[in-house]
C-alpha cells in the first residue's frame, strides 16, 4: 500500500459531511454600529470580519476587492514572515467573482460569510488540493475529500485563499520554526497554528482555521494577539484532519475579535453522520452570542475561578503582571473572581504515544524516514519503540483515570460556585526563535483538551518585560462555548488589547 493510500479513513471519507451549513442571520448592522460607513482610506485586508460582511451585503465593497487586497497583502509581507505554504490565487479570485454575483442578487437568505476570504491551516483536506501536514513524507498527496468542517464554511461562501503553514504534522515543540512573529521578527510566533496565526496578526485576512491537540490554536493566538478558540469536544467535526489524537484534536476558529470568531464558528458546527462525537452535541443555531451584553458591569454575577496549581508551572513576572490587572479588569466589570485548585494529574489519564499517531506514522516511517525533519524523525522513532511496551490492560486503567480525571474537572464548577475558569494560555515569555520552541508547561492548555472543555485565549495585553502579547484563556464546562465567548465579547467591549497592531514590522 503507497503513502497516500495508507492515509487514514477521516481523509479518504471526507467529502459528504452529511448536513448543511447553519443558517446564521445576526443583526451586522447593530455589531458595527447603525451609522458605520467604508472608510476609503481603509485597506479592505484591514478590515474585520463583521465589517467586511456588513459591507458586502451593503455592497459597499465586493469581495474581488477583498480578495485582492488580500493577496496583494499576502505578497507584500509573506516572503518575510512566512505564513503561506501554498496560495490559490486564481481560484480564490474566481470565488469571489461568484460570491458576488450571489451577494448581487440580494437574498435574504444569504449567509453572511459569503464573499469573506479565509486560510486554512495544512492539516484541514480540502477536496482536489494539496495536503502535506507541514512535511516532506506527505509531498504531492491530494486530499480526495473536504474536511466537513470546511465544506460547511465553502457551502456559506467562504473564498478560500489557501493552505497557511503548520509545524509538522502539528508536533508542537518537536518541529523546527520556519514562520517569524510580527510584533518581533526575533521570536516566535509559537504553533503549530503559527501559519494561520500570523496570516491574521498581520492583516492578510480576517478569518482563519487552526487545530489544537494540547494548545496549538491558543498558544499562537496568544503569541500573536489574536483570538483562538476550542469548542467543547464534538463541537466541530474533526473528520478530514490529519489528527495525532482524535479525542483531544480540534479543528479551531481564529479571529481577531471575539465577535468575528463567533460569527466564524456558528457555521462549523454541526452533527457528523460520519463522526460520533458530533452526534450527542446540542444544537448551536443560533445561540452564540455576538453583541455585549450592556451597561458597564456586564459580568455582574458572572464568577471566575483562577487556577491554581503546581502542575501548571510559574508564571513568568511579566505574564503573572498582565493576569492580574486582567483579574482586576473582570472585577471592574462586575465579576466575582477567586482563586480555585487544579485537579492534579496523578495517573496515567494520557496515554503516550497516542495509538493513533503511532498508526499514522507507522508505514510513513518504515517507508520513508527522511522525509521527516530530523527533530521529527527522531520523536517518530521513540514512539514508533515505545508502541510495543503497552498493554491492553494498561489502555483500559488510562482510559478510566481519564474519565475518572474528566468527573473531577467538571465537579470544580460545582464545588467552588464559579461560572469560567481561568489561566494564561502561556505561562512564560513568548521565547525568541534562536532558543527553540521554548513554551513553557504545556499542562496549562493541554488538560482542556484531556476533558474536552471549551477555552478561548482572548488578547489581554503586553508583557511589560518584553512588550510581547499576552493571552488569557475562558474555560467553561461541557456545551458552554456561548457563555465563553460572551464573556470575552463583554471584555472586549470594554477593552482595546485585540484591536492592537504590530505595525512597527509591517
Not at 245 to 252: G, K
Not at 385 to 392: D, I, V
Not at 490 to 500: E, F, G, L
Request: hydrophobic letters at 40%; one cysteine or more.
Amino acid at each position: 500500500m503507497g503513502l497516500v493510500a495508507s492515509l487514514p479513513t477521516a481523509l479518504t471519507r471526507a467529502a459528504n459531511p452529511g448536513h448543511a451549513a447553519a443558517s446564521i442571520q445576526p443583526d451586522l448592522k447593530r455589531i458595527v454600529g447603525a451609522t458605520y460607513r467604508r472608510n476609503p482610506a481603509t485597506n479592505p485586508a484591514d478590515l474585520s470580519l463583521a465589517e467586511a460582511a456588513y459591507l458586502l451585503r451593503e455592497r459597499q465593497l465586493t469581495s474581488l476587492e477583498l480578495v485582492n487586497a488580500c493577496l496583494a497583502r499576502i505578497a507584500e509581507r509573506d516572503p518575510i514572515l512566512g505564513a503561506w505554504v501554498r496560495v490559490y490565487r486564481d481560484d480564490a479570485i474566481a470565488q469571489a467573482m461568484e460570491a458576488d454575483r450571489i451577494l448581487n442578487l440580494r437574498a435574504q437568505n444569504t449567509s453572511i460569510l459569503t464573499g469573506i476570504p479565509i486560510g486554512i491551516k495544512d492539516l484541514i483536506a480540502v477536496k482536489d488540493k494539496p495536503l502535506t501536514g507541514g512535511s516532506g513524507v506527505l509531498a504531492g498527496h491530494i486530499a480526495p475529500g473536504d474536511a466537513p468542517a470546511w465544506s460547511q464554511l465553502r457551502a456559506a461562501g467562504m473564498v478560500l485563499l489557501g493552505h497557511t503553514t503548520t509545524l509538522e504534522f502539528g508536533l508542537g515543540d518537536a518541529a523546527p520554526q520556519t514562520v517569524k512573529n510580527p510584533w518581533d521578527l526575533t521570536r516566535s510566533p509559537a504553533g503549530s497554528s503559527n501559519g494561520s496565526g500570523v496570516a491574521l496578526c498581520a492583516r492578510m485576512l480576517p478569518a482563519a482555521l487552526g487545530t489544537d491537540g494540547a494548545g496549538s490554536t491558543r498558544r499562537p493566538a496568544s503569541a500573536l494577539g489574536i483570538c483562538g478558540m476550542i469548542g467543547t469536544w464534538g463541537r466541530v467535526p474533526v473528520r478530514g484532519l490529519i489528527t495525532s489524537a482524535r479525542t483531544y484534536d480540534r479543528i479551531a476558529p481564529m479571529a481577531r475579535s471575539a465577535v468575528d470568531l463567533s460569527l466564524l464558528l456558528s457555521s462549523m458546527c454541526g452533527p457528523d453522520p460520519l463522526d460520533p462525537g458530533t452526534l450527542i452535541a446540542p444544537p448551536v443555531d443560533g445561540s452564540l452570542p455576538y453583541f455585549p451584553r450592556p451597561g458597564s458591569r456586564p459580568l455582574e454575577d458572572v464568577r471566575f475561578g483562577i487556577l491554581r496549581g503546581d502542575s501548571f508551572g510559574d508564571l513568568a513576572p511579566g505574564v503573572e503582571a498582565v493576569f492580574t490587572r486582567f483579574q482586576q479588569e473582570l472585577a471592574s466589570l462586575g465579576a466575582t473572581v477567586r482563586d480555585v485548585a487544579a485537579p492534579v494529574a496523578d495517573g496515567p489519564y494520557l496515554v503516550f504515544p497516542f495509538p493513533e499517531s503511532i498508526l499514522l506514522h507507522r508505514e510513513y516511517y518504515a517507508n520513508n524516514p527522511d522525509g521527516y525533519s530530523a527533530p521529527i524523525r527522531q520523536k517518530i522513532a521513540v514512539e514508533q519503540q515505545l508502541a510495543t511496551r503497552p498493554t491492553a490492560l494498561d489502555d483500559a486503567v488510562a482510559a478510566q483515570f481519564r474519565a475518572d480525571y474528566i468527573v473531577k474537572w467538571k465537579a470544580l464548577f460545582r464545588d467552588n460556585s464559579v461560572d469560567f475558569l481561568l489561566a494564561p494560555s502561556i505561562n512564560v515569555e513568548v521565547p525568541r526563535l534562536a532558543d527553540g520552541e521554548q513554551f513553557g508547561n504545556v499542562n496549562i492548555r493541554r488538560e482542556f483538551n484531556v476533558v474536552g472543555f471549551p477555552a478561548f485565549s482572548v488578547p489581554a495585553g503586553f508583557s511589560p518585560d518584553t512588550s510581547m502579547p499576552v493571552g488569557i484563556q475562558i474555560v467553561g464546562d461541557h456545551w458552554t462555548d456561548a457563555g465563553v465567548i460572551q464573556a470575552a465579547i463583554d471584555y472586549q467591549a470594554h477593552t482595546d488589547y485585540h484591536k492592537a497592531v504590530p505595525g512597527q514590522y509591517l
